[in-house]
Protein backbone atom coordinates (compact mmCIF):
# COMPACT_ATOMS: atom_id res chain seq x y z
CA UNK A 1 0.00 0.00 0.00
CA UNK A 2 2.63 2.94 0.87
CA UNK A 3 4.70 1.45 -2.72
CA UNK A 4 1.59 1.95 -4.65
CA UNK A 5 0.76 5.45 -3.21
CA UNK A 6 4.44 6.13 -3.75
CA UNK A 7 4.09 5.27 -7.13
CA UNK A 8 0.95 6.60 -8.01
CA UNK A 9 2.28 10.14 -6.48
CA UNK A 10 5.28 9.91 -8.09
CA UNK A 11 3.48 9.42 -11.92
CA UNK A 12 1.20 12.55 -11.09
CA UNK A 13 4.70 14.59 -11.36
CA UNK A 14 2.89 17.52 -13.85
CA UNK A 15 1.15 19.22 -11.16
CA UNK A 16 1.23 19.86 -7.63
CA UNK A 17 -2.60 20.33 -6.69
CA UNK A 18 -3.22 17.53 -8.98
CA UNK A 19 -0.93 15.24 -7.34
CA UNK A 20 -2.58 15.86 -3.66
CA UNK A 21 -5.74 16.18 -5.11
CA UNK A 22 -5.64 12.44 -7.09
CA UNK A 23 -3.32 10.48 -5.01
CA UNK A 24 -4.25 11.80 -1.79
CA UNK A 25 -7.93 11.14 -2.41
CA UNK A 26 -7.15 7.81 -4.21
CA UNK A 27 -5.19 5.96 -1.51
CA UNK A 28 -6.42 7.35 1.54
CA UNK A 29 -9.25 4.16 2.25
CA UNK A 30 -6.24 1.47 0.78
CA UNK A 31 -3.56 2.57 3.29
CA UNK A 32 -6.16 2.72 5.99
CA UNK A 33 -7.31 -0.32 5.68
CA UNK A 34 -3.65 -1.66 5.50
CA UNK A 35 -2.68 0.23 8.34
CA UNK A 36 -0.72 3.14 6.86
CA UNK A 37 -1.32 5.84 9.15
CA UNK A 38 -2.59 9.42 7.96
CA UNK A 39 0.66 11.31 9.19
CA UNK A 40 2.80 8.82 6.35
CA UNK A 41 0.11 8.86 3.73
CA UNK A 42 0.03 12.75 4.20
CA UNK A 43 3.94 12.74 4.22
CA UNK A 44 4.22 10.80 0.64
CA UNK A 45 1.79 12.42 -1.00
CA UNK A 46 3.01 16.49 0.25
CA UNK A 47 6.28 15.66 -0.16
CA UNK A 48 6.28 13.91 -3.74
CA UNK A 49 4.05 16.99 -5.11
CA UNK A 50 7.57 18.72 -5.69
CA UNK A 51 8.69 16.46 -8.30
CA UNK A 52 6.44 19.51 -10.49
CA UNK A 53 9.40 21.72 -10.08
CA UNK A 54 12.15 19.64 -11.17
CA UNK A 55 9.93 18.19 -14.27
CA UNK A 56 10.00 20.10 -17.53
CA UNK A 57 6.63 19.16 -18.52
CA UNK A 58 4.89 20.46 -15.65
CA UNK A 59 2.36 23.71 -14.72
CA UNK A 60 5.76 24.92 -12.23
CA UNK A 61 8.13 24.61 -15.44
CA UNK A 62 7.23 27.41 -16.51
CA UNK A 63 6.97 29.71 -14.10
CA UNK A 64 10.27 28.50 -12.80
CA UNK A 65 11.77 29.05 -16.33
CA UNK A 66 9.95 32.72 -16.60
CA UNK A 67 11.93 34.22 -13.31
CA UNK A 68 15.27 32.72 -14.16
CA UNK A 69 14.83 34.51 -17.66
CA UNK A 70 13.80 37.65 -16.36
CA UNK A 71 16.63 37.79 -13.99
CA UNK A 72 19.34 36.79 -17.00
CA UNK A 73 18.16 39.70 -18.75
CA UNK A 74 18.93 41.80 -16.03
CA UNK A 75 22.92 40.97 -16.47
CA UNK A 76 22.32 40.44 -19.83
CA UNK A 77 22.66 36.63 -20.10
CA UNK A 78 21.84 35.69 -23.19
CA UNK A 79 19.48 32.35 -23.10
CA UNK A 80 16.03 30.91 -23.16
CA UNK A 81 13.51 29.73 -20.43
CA UNK A 82 14.32 25.83 -21.31
CA UNK A 83 17.85 25.80 -21.01
CA UNK A 84 17.60 28.04 -17.65
CA UNK A 85 15.36 25.59 -16.14
CA UNK A 86 17.18 22.47 -17.25
CA UNK A 87 20.96 24.59 -16.16
CA UNK A 88 18.89 25.02 -12.65
CA UNK A 89 17.68 21.08 -12.17
CA UNK A 90 21.23 19.72 -10.87
CA UNK A 91 20.92 22.36 -7.76
CA UNK A 92 17.57 20.95 -6.32
CA UNK A 93 19.05 18.97 -4.07
CA UNK A 94 15.79 19.56 -1.21
CA UNK A 95 13.78 17.70 -3.97
CA UNK A 96 15.86 15.05 -4.59
CA UNK A 97 16.57 14.15 -1.44
CA UNK A 98 13.10 14.15 0.05
CA UNK A 99 11.96 12.09 -2.71
CA UNK A 100 14.21 9.41 -1.91
CA UNK A 101 13.47 9.99 1.60
CA UNK A 102 9.83 9.27 0.84
CA UNK A 103 11.26 5.89 -0.93
CA UNK A 104 12.75 4.72 1.66
CA UNK A 105 9.97 6.10 4.28
CA UNK A 106 7.86 3.85 1.68
CA UNK A 107 9.76 0.94 1.57
CA UNK A 108 10.91 0.38 5.21
CA UNK A 109 7.60 1.90 6.66
CA UNK A 110 9.93 3.61 9.36
CA UNK A 111 10.19 7.75 10.07
CA UNK A 112 13.62 9.37 9.93
CA UNK A 113 14.34 11.95 12.84
CA UNK A 114 10.99 12.44 14.94
CA UNK A 115 8.32 9.60 15.09
CA UNK A 116 4.83 10.29 14.45
CA UNK A 117 1.79 8.73 15.53
CA UNK A 118 0.96 5.48 13.23
CA UNK A 119 -2.39 4.98 14.70
CA UNK A 120 -4.89 4.65 11.22
CA UNK A 121 -7.97 6.47 11.42
CA UNK A 122 -11.01 4.80 11.80
CA UNK A 123 -14.56 6.49 11.33
CA UNK A 124 -16.83 6.23 13.77
CA UNK A 125 -19.37 3.76 12.75
CA UNK A 126 -22.61 6.38 12.77
CA UNK A 127 -20.74 7.76 10.85
CA UNK A 128 -20.19 5.38 8.19
CA UNK A 129 -22.27 5.26 5.47
CA UNK A 130 -22.48 1.13 3.63
CA UNK A 131 -23.57 0.86 0.23
CA UNK A 132 -25.06 -2.27 -1.35
CA UNK A 133 -23.81 -3.73 -4.89
CA UNK A 134 -20.66 -1.85 -5.12
CA UNK A 135 -18.03 -3.15 -7.67
CA UNK A 136 -15.02 -1.76 -8.50
CA UNK A 137 -16.22 0.50 -11.57
CA UNK A 138 -17.70 2.73 -8.70
CA UNK A 139 -14.18 3.60 -7.94
CA UNK A 140 -12.80 3.00 -10.97
CA UNK A 141 -14.80 5.53 -13.15
CA UNK A 142 -14.47 8.64 -11.18
CA UNK A 143 -11.11 8.03 -10.40
CA UNK A 144 -10.36 7.89 -14.78
CA UNK A 145 -12.82 10.91 -15.41
CA UNK A 146 -10.81 12.76 -12.90
CA UNK A 147 -6.97 11.73 -13.99
CA UNK A 148 -8.67 12.55 -17.41
CA UNK A 149 -10.01 15.70 -17.46
CA UNK A 150 -7.23 17.14 -15.58
CA UNK A 151 -5.18 16.14 -17.94
CA UNK A 152 -7.12 16.99 -21.12
CA UNK A 153 -7.87 19.74 -19.39
CA UNK A 154 -4.50 21.11 -19.01
CA UNK A 155 -3.16 20.41 -21.96
CA UNK A 156 -6.22 21.52 -23.98
CA UNK A 157 -6.59 25.02 -22.07
CA UNK A 158 -2.67 25.45 -22.32
CA UNK A 159 -2.49 24.78 -26.53
CA UNK A 160 -5.37 26.93 -26.62
CA UNK A 161 -4.34 30.32 -24.64
CA UNK A 162 -0.64 29.76 -25.79
CA UNK A 163 -1.88 30.05 -29.64
CA UNK A 164 -3.83 32.87 -28.49
CA UNK A 165 -0.70 34.75 -26.52
CA UNK A 166 1.38 34.20 -29.91
CA UNK A 167 4.37 32.67 -27.95
CA UNK A 168 6.49 29.90 -29.18
CA UNK A 169 5.04 26.59 -28.78
CA UNK A 170 7.00 23.98 -26.03
CA UNK A 171 5.66 21.59 -23.21
CA UNK A 172 6.94 24.35 -20.82
CA UNK A 173 5.24 26.85 -21.87
CA UNK A 174 2.04 25.00 -22.93
CA UNK A 175 1.53 24.17 -19.26
CA UNK A 176 1.85 27.35 -18.07
CA UNK A 177 -0.04 29.10 -19.72
CA UNK A 178 -3.03 26.34 -18.27
CA UNK A 179 -5.29 27.75 -15.32
CA UNK A 180 -4.53 25.14 -13.00
CA UNK A 181 -6.94 25.76 -10.56
CA UNK A 182 -10.26 26.01 -12.81
CA UNK A 183 -9.32 22.94 -14.59
CA UNK A 184 -9.07 21.21 -11.35
CA UNK A 185 -12.21 22.29 -10.16
CA UNK A 186 -13.62 21.04 -13.21
CA UNK A 187 -12.76 18.00 -13.18
CA UNK A 188 -13.34 17.09 -9.71
CA UNK A 189 -16.48 18.35 -10.75
CA UNK A 190 -16.82 16.31 -13.41
CA UNK A 191 -15.66 13.08 -11.41
CA UNK A 192 -18.64 14.02 -8.52
CA UNK A 193 -21.25 13.96 -11.32
CA UNK A 194 -19.79 10.39 -12.81
CA UNK A 195 -19.62 8.90 -9.15
CA UNK A 196 -23.17 9.98 -8.31
CA UNK A 197 -25.11 8.99 -11.10
CA UNK A 198 -23.35 5.77 -10.91
CA UNK A 199 -24.54 5.12 -7.31
CA UNK A 200 -27.74 6.32 -8.11
CA UNK A 201 -28.25 4.50 -11.30
CA UNK A 202 -26.78 0.79 -9.55
CA UNK A 203 -28.78 1.59 -6.45
CA UNK A 204 -25.18 1.61 -4.38
CA UNK A 205 -26.40 3.93 -1.62
CA UNK A 206 -29.91 4.68 -0.05
CA UNK A 207 -31.88 7.88 -0.65
CA UNK A 208 -30.26 10.71 0.77
CA UNK A 209 -27.08 9.05 1.77
CA UNK A 210 -25.15 10.78 -1.52
CA UNK A 211 -26.25 14.56 0.32
CA UNK A 212 -25.31 13.28 3.06
CA UNK A 213 -22.01 12.36 2.28
CA UNK A 214 -21.28 15.30 -0.21
CA UNK A 215 -22.22 17.59 2.95
CA UNK A 216 -19.48 15.79 5.01
CA UNK A 217 -16.55 15.98 2.10
CA UNK A 218 -17.23 20.08 2.04
CA UNK A 219 -17.28 20.31 6.21
CA UNK A 220 -13.75 18.08 6.23
CA UNK A 221 -12.47 20.50 3.37
CA UNK A 222 -13.30 23.63 5.42
CA UNK A 223 -9.87 23.63 7.93
CA UNK A 224 -7.89 22.97 4.51
CA UNK A 225 -9.30 25.97 2.49
CA UNK A 226 -8.56 28.04 5.33
CA UNK A 227 -4.95 26.74 6.09
CA UNK A 228 -4.19 27.38 2.51
CA UNK A 229 -6.31 30.87 2.61
CA UNK A 230 -4.13 31.94 5.29
CA UNK A 231 -1.07 30.91 3.50
Not at 3 to 32: C, E, H, K, P, Q
Not at 94 to 120: I, Q
Not at 136 to 146: G, R
Amino acid sequence: ARMATWSLSFGLFFDDYANVLISGTSMRSVTDRNHVSPAMLAYMVDVLAVLASVMLVSTWAAFEGSLMADAARSIHLPSNMTSLFLQATPFHFYTFLAVFLTLLVAWGGKWFGRSFDNRTYRPAAESRIKGKNARFIHVLAPFLTLLGAATLGLFGSGYYFLRKSGQPFSLMNLLGHAPTMHVLLASALSALTVAVYLLKRDRVLGRGTVRVSFHRGILSMISIGMVILLA
